[in-house]
């Protein structure tokens, strides 16, 4: 039985290890010995509990396997990892290599970072062998290094594309006298679904698995263990020998001094002008002769100008709109008509005296309201007789 922290996004990685053994998940707390007794495999990808550290030495001491995928270095896990030579170390790996498809550089593309050479074949279907595995590439995102000593031995690398360039980032160990394995990985996303199916990571993930199931084997001798320091130090005794001194010799100067003068820096010849006015014809613009421009010449100083100010004109006041009818300022003529003839009622000549004001007939000088209002009615009937008049010269 494999238990499974669930504490990563592995749903892809869970489904691929129940495909051959059962599997159970823990949620990360404190780990009993009880919870571990019908377990042969258990896989971690957090920081563990102060308690739970005895609890795992004693599992992997009786013949369990312990799989470890972390990057934060915290004590409790550098702890138990110290007893089998394996430490996280503080950083972290990044690309220096620009790879299409990884745009962070914490997703490192390593292609030849497998020091373990073991058969690069199907682990489902064991029948199927390919070739080696030094030409796998995996993806190592979001990870740090490790610090691996004997007896634990090296499975992966940061190869010569990632810095720090060729570190370890995998390590694995396995007990002389038990069935005892544990395998280390600085990176808690390496399996994760989002990497699982990326490059040669479901090869590496059954590689890695199938050891702690004990149904392969690594052999130590065959890796190797001369990487790279951490920290890059100068060969002090190498750069010493490749003195540059910072003097040198002066030339004589020349006989005829002219020839130190440099006369072609700068020129102005119409030598360019050919290929400008190809120029022209290759993006398509129309060649046009340039237009004179008038020069405009500052005058030294500005023409005096008096000193007068614009009037302030006062604001005029707003008309008293409450001394006006509105009604009769902005109404058609017919509809005033038609109000009037409401208004007056039986009185004819007020009507007709009134409706001549309206349409802008005068009533003359005459006193009497009747006088006044033949006059208008004369007014008006002229009016018509001379637009009939009119009407028909023009037929």
Request: hydrophobic residues 35%; glycine residues 6%.
């Amino acid at each position: 039985m494999i238990l499974l922290d669930r504490r990563g996004k592995n749903k892809k990685l869970y489904r691929r290890l129940h495909s051959f053994a059962t599997v159970k998940t823990h949620d990360g707390s404190e780990l009993l010995a009880d919870t571990l007794s019908d377990c042969e495999l258990f896989v971690s990808f957090g920081k563990l509990e102060s308690s739970s550290v005895a609890t795992l030495k004693d599992f992997v001491d009786r013949g369990g396997s312990v799989a470890i995928f972390s990057k934060d270095p915290e004590s409790n896990l550098n702890h138990f990892l110290s007893f089998y030579g394996i430490r996280v170390d503080e950083g972290s790996v990044v690309r220096a290599v620009y790879h299409e498809g990884f745009n962070h550089p914490k997703h490192a593309l390593i292609q030849n970072g497998i020091v373990q050479p073991f058969d690069a074949k199907d682990e489902q279907h064991p029948h199927n062998a390919e070739d080696t595995s030094t030409s796998m590439a995996f993806v190592y995102p979001n990870g740090t290094t490790l610090s691996v000593e004997s007896p634990s031995f090296t499975l992966l690398s940061s190869g010569s594309t990632s810095y720090p360039v060729d570190c370890p980032v995998a390590a694995a160990w396995e007990a002389t006298t038990g069935s005892g394995r544990l395998i280390v990985v600085g990176s808690a996303d390496i399996f994760a679904d989002e990497w699982l199916e990326r490059e040669d990571n479901s090869k590496v993930c059954d590689i890695f698995f199938n050891f702690l199931l004990h149904h392969r084997e690594f052999d130590p001798s065959l890796g190797r263990c001369d990487f790279e320091e951490k920290e890059c130090v100068p060969d002090i005794a190498s750069l010493s020998n490749l003195i540059k001194p910072c003097l040198q010799d002066i030339e004589p100067l020349p006989q005829d001094y002219t020839t130190l003068l440099c006369d072609d820096q700068f020129g102005l010849t119409m030598d360019h002008i050919p290929k400008v006015i190809q120029l022209y014809k290759t993006l398509n613009v129309p060649y046009e002769p340039l237009s004179l421009i008038e020069p405009h010449f500052n005058c030294p100083h500005p023409p005096l100008r008096m000193a007068t100010h614009a009037p302030r004109m006062p604001t005029p006041l707003t008309p008293e709109l409450e001394l006006f009818d509105l009604d009769d300022c902005f109404t058609d003529v017919r509809t005033r008509l038609v109000l009037l003839a409401e208004k007056t009622g039986d009185d004819l000549a007020h009507y007709v005296q009134e409706a001549g004001w309206i349409l802008g007939v005068d009533g003359g000088c005459h006193e009497d309201d009747e006088e006044k209002a033949k006059h208008v009615l004369h007014a008006v009937a002229k009016m018509i007789l001379q637009s009939k008049m009119h009407s028909n010269e023009s037929r």
